[in-house]
C-alpha cells in the first residue's frame, strides 16, 4: 500500500483483516496529508457532487476574486484549462443526476462501513451522529436546492427543511442571519480526522500489518515483483496499490498512467469561541461556501476551493473573503494557529474516484481521486478494493470507477 491516508490506510486495513501480508508505505505519518484537514463530516447523505458554477454573476464574481467559493491563480488557468471544461460538462444537470446515481451505492455505505472499522479500532468516541446543517441566506439559494431534495427523497435519504427559528433551536449559538437551512440528519461528523486514521492504522499494525516510511516514488519492477524502498529496506510485493491521494501522479506518470487528475486546493484554521458559545454538528454557509466544523482543536473554519499548482505557496486569500460573513454568523474567536492549512483535494472532473486495476501494468492497482469526499469514502473503498483484490464478490459494482473511463 504506498500513501496512508483514510483511503490507503482503510484498503490496508481491510487487507489485513482478510489475512493477507500488507505493508502500508508513506513518507510521513498516517493521516498527516491532505486527511489531516477536512471539515470531518462523513457524507453519505450527499446527493449531488461540487459542481462548477452555473449562473454568470457568480463566475463574474470568481473571476474578479470577490468570490469565497472558489479562487485561482492567473498563470495556472492554462494547465486547469481542459480540466475546468470536461468538469463544467459534468455539472450539467443530466450529468449530475448520472453521477448521484454513479456513485450511490458507495455513498450509502461510507457510514456504516466507517462504523465498522471505528469500532474495531476503538475511534468511536470521535464520531457524532447529530448530522449537519446546510444553511441558506436566500429564498433563491434554498429554491435551488429542489432539486437535490427531491432526489434525495427518491434515493430515502432523510432530510428536514427548517426555517430559521429551528435552525436556531438545533444550534442557538448561530446568529439568525440566514433564512432557511436543511438538516441533513444522517451525516456523521468526526471532531479529529487525523486521530481516526491513525486509530485505523494502529489496527492495521495490531493485525500484524507493517507500517513503514519510504518514498513510493522509488517504486519499480523488480524481477517479477513490485519493489519499493524503505527505511527499513526494500519491499517487495505481487501487488501494489497507489493511494497518495494528490501525489497518485507523481509514481503513476513515470509508469505512463496520467489519468486526468486535478487538484482543488482548501485552506482550513481553528478559531476558539467568544463565551461559551459551541456546535453541536457542522454547519455549511451555502452563500459563502464555507464549512464551521467543531473539532477537538477549535471550531475548524474550511474554505471552498482554490485552482492554483498543488506545491504552489498558499495564498490563503478566502479566508479574508469569509471572516466577516462566518463571523457574523458564529462568535469566533481568536485564531489557534498563526497561519492555516492548506491541503489538496484529489479530483476527477467527473467526481467520481478511481478505484480498482491499474491500465496495462500487471499487480497495481488505484485508489484515488476522492475529491470532496475521501474521508467519506475511505473505508468503503477500503471494503471495495479488498474484495476486488482476493477476488471476492464486489458489494457494488467497480466499473464505474474504473481508470478505464479515461482511455489512459
Ligand atoms: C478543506 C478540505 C475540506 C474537506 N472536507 C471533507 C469532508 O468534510 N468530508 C470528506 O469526506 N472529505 C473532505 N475533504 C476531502 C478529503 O480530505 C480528501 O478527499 C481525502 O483526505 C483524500 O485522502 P487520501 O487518502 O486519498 O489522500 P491523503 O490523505 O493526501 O493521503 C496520501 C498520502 O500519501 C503520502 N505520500 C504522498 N507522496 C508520497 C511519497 N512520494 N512517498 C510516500 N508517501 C507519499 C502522503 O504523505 C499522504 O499521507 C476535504 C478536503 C479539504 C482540503
Redesign the pocket.
Known amino acids: 500500500m504506498?500513501?496512508?491516508?483514510?483511503?490507503?490506510?482503510s484498503v490496508a486495513l481491510h487487507l489485513a483483516k482478510r489475512g493477507l501480508s500488507v505493508a502500508l508505505?508513506?513518507?510521513?505519518?498516517?493521516?498527516?496529508?491532505?486527511?489531516?484537514?477536512?471539515?470531518?463530516?462523513?457524507?453519505g447523505n450527499t446527493v449531488f457532487p461540487a459542481a462548477f458554477p452555473a449562473s454568470f454573476a457568480e463566475l463574474a464574481r470568481i473571476a474578479l476574486k470577490r468570490s469565497s467559493l472558489a479562487n485561482y491563480h492567473l498563470a495556472f488557468l492554462p494547465h486547469i484549462a481542459p480540466w475546468l471544461v470536461a468538469f463544467r460538462a459534468a455539472s450539467q444537470p443530466a450529468r449530475l443526476i448520472e453521477t448521484a446515481h454513479v456513485l450511490r451505492p458507495l455513498l450509502a455505505r461510507a457510514v456504516a462501513e466507517h462504523d465498522a472499522l471505528a469500532a474495531e479500532a476503538r475511534a468511536q468516541r470521535h464520531f457524532s451522529r447529530r448530522g449537519w446543517l446546510k444553511l441558506y441566506r436566500t429564498d433563491r439559494l434554498f429554491a435551488a436546492q429542489a432539486a437535490e431534495l427531491e432526489l434525495a427523497a427518491r434515493f430515502g435519504i432523510a432530510n428536514v427543511p427548517l426555517d430559521r427559528d429551528g435552525a436556531l433551536a438545533l444550534e442557538p449559538a448561530l446568529r439568525g442571519i440566514f433564512r432557511h437551512a436543511v438538516h441533513w440528519t444522517g451525516a456523521v461528523?468526526v471532531n479529529n480526522?487525523l486521530a481516526v486514521?491513525r486509530a485505523y492504522a494502529a489496527r492495521f499494525t495490531a493485525l500484524g500489518g507493517l507500517a513503514l516510511a519510504?518514498?513510493?516514488?522509488s517504486l519499480h519492477r523488480a524481477d517479477r515483483a513490485w519493489r519499493v524502498e524503505t527505511e527499513s529496506g526494500p519491499v517487495d510485493a505481487g501487488d501494489v496499490v497507489i493511494?497518495?491521494?494528490?501525489?497518485?501522479l507523481?509514481?503513476l506518470a513515470p509508469l505512463g498512467i496520467t489519468p486526468p487528475l486535478a487538484v482543488?486546493?482548501?485552506?482550513?484554521r481553528h478559531f476558539r469561541t467568544n463565551g461559551n458559545a459551541a456546535l453541536s454538528r457542522?454547519v455549511l454557509d451555502a452563500q459563502y461556501g464555507y464549512?464551521l466544523?467543531p473539532m477537538e482543536q477549535g471550531i475548524r473554519l474550511?474554505?471552498g476551493v482554490e485552482f492554483a499548482a498543488r506545491d504552489a505557496p498558499p495564498t490563503p486569500a478566502q479566508f479574508a473573503r469569509v471572516l466577516p460573513a462566518a463571523t457574523a454568523l458564529f462568535p469566533l474567536g481568536e485564531p489557534v494557529e498563526p497561519q492555516p492549512w492548506l491541503?489538496?483535494?484529489?479530483c476527477f472532473a467527473d467526481s467520481r474516484p478511481v478505484i480498482g486495476r491499474a491500465p496495462r501494468q500487471r499487480g497495481l492497482w488505484l485508489?484515488?481521486?476522492?475529491?470532496?469526499?475521501?474521508?467519506?469514502?475511505?473505508p468503503a473503498t477500503g471494503r471495495l478494493m479488498a474484495e476486488m483484490m482476493t477476488g471476492a464478490t464486489p458489494f457494488c459494482d467497480p466499473k464505474p470507477y474504473s481508470a478505464d473511463r479515461f482511455g489512459t
Open positions: 504506498l500513501g496512508a491516508g483514510i483511503v490507503g490506510t508505505v508513506d513518507r510521513g505519518g498516517p493521516g498527516e496529508g491532505t486527511s489531516y484537514g477536512n471539515a470531518g463530516i462523513i457524507e461528523s480526522p486514521t519510504g518514498d513510493a516514488r493511494a497518495l491521494g494528490p501525489w497518485s507523481d509514481v482543488k486546493r482548501g485552506y482550513h457542522p464549512v466544523a474550511t474554505t491541503g489538496a483535494r484529489p485508489a484515488f481521486g476522492h475529491g470532496h469526499w475521501g474521508l467519506t469514502l475511505g
